[in-house]
């Protein structure tokens, strides 16, 4: 069982940027797989961005060119860098490194003027 906390959301104005951080309990060299997750309130979840351990790194379509995932195994940290935010971005942001469930407790992101 690996444990999730993500942290960095907040209030931002469209067009803004925030970068999210989701700390994880175990070596995450270890650990194939790494994704972040949105649920808005009375929505599904929704997979915006996966990063494997070997490089690959891939984005929904709703976020690509805006939202970067990437790692730094040192700090067994997984983040996610946000720009040009939009209000349909607004949600609590999840990670974990199962699509099935078991990720943390989010983080909240509200995209806003």
């Known amino acids: 069982q690996v444990q999730f906390v993500e942290s960095g959301g907040g209030l931002v104005q469209p067009g803004g940027s925030l970068r999210l951080s989701c700390l994880v309990s175990e070596d995450l060299w270890s650990i194939t797989a790494m994704y972040w997750f949105r649920q808005p309130p009375g929505k599904e979840p929704e997979l915006i961005a996966v990063?494997?351990?070997?490089?690959?790194?891939d984005h929904a379509t709703s976020v690509k060119g805006r939202f970067e995932i990437s790692r730094d195994n040192s700090k067994n940290t997984v983040y996610l860098e946000m720009n040009n935010l939009k209000p349909e971005d607004t949600a609590v942001y999840y990670c974990g490194n199962k699509p099935e469930g078991g990720w943390g407790q989010g983080t909240q992101v509200t995209v806003s003027s």
């Open positions: 990063s494997l351990s070997g490089g690959y790194t």
